[in-house]
Nanobody, 117 residues
Framework: QVQLVESGGALVQAGGSLRLSCAAS????????MGWYRQAPGKQREMVAT???????NYRDSVKGRFTISRDNAKGTLDLQMNSLKPEDTAVYYC???????????WGQGTQVTVSP
């Protein structure tokens, strides 16, 4: 089994930066794709960025050039560097991992990011 714990959420002014981190524990060797998702009040959860085990990345259009996802397979960590933050980036950010050959979904508990105008 794998457990995910996020950290790094905070209140920041528009134009500022934050770095989110996710620490995986348990059978980290079984983790395939990892990603960051977010959910704003009244909206559906959406993909922000994903990264495969070999480093292939994918970003939603609205964060391209501002956010950078990275991971350390040996340590079981996932990071999201967020620059030039905008109020519309305000949301609860969730760490996600797809586990094993059946790509079982595992989620963290979420961390709040609030960007003030």
């Amino acid at each position: 089994q794998v457990q995910l714990v996020e950290s790094g959420g905070a209140l920041v002014q528009a134009g500022g930066s934050l770095r989110l981190s996710c620490a995986a524990s348990g059978s980290i060797f079984s983790i395939n794709v990892m990603g960051w998702y977010r959910q704003a009040p009244g909206k559906q959860r959406e993909m922000v960025a994903t990264i495969s085990r070999n480093g292939y990345t994918n970003y939603r259009d609205s964060v391209k050039g501002r956010f950078t996802i990275s991971r350390d397979n040996a340590k079981g960590t996932l990071d999201l560097q967020m620059n030039s933050l905008k109020p519309e980036d305000t949301a609860v950010y969730y760490c996600n991992a797809l586990i094993g050959i059946y790509l079982t979904n595992v989620w963290g508990q979420g961390t709040q990011v609030t960007v003030s105008p």
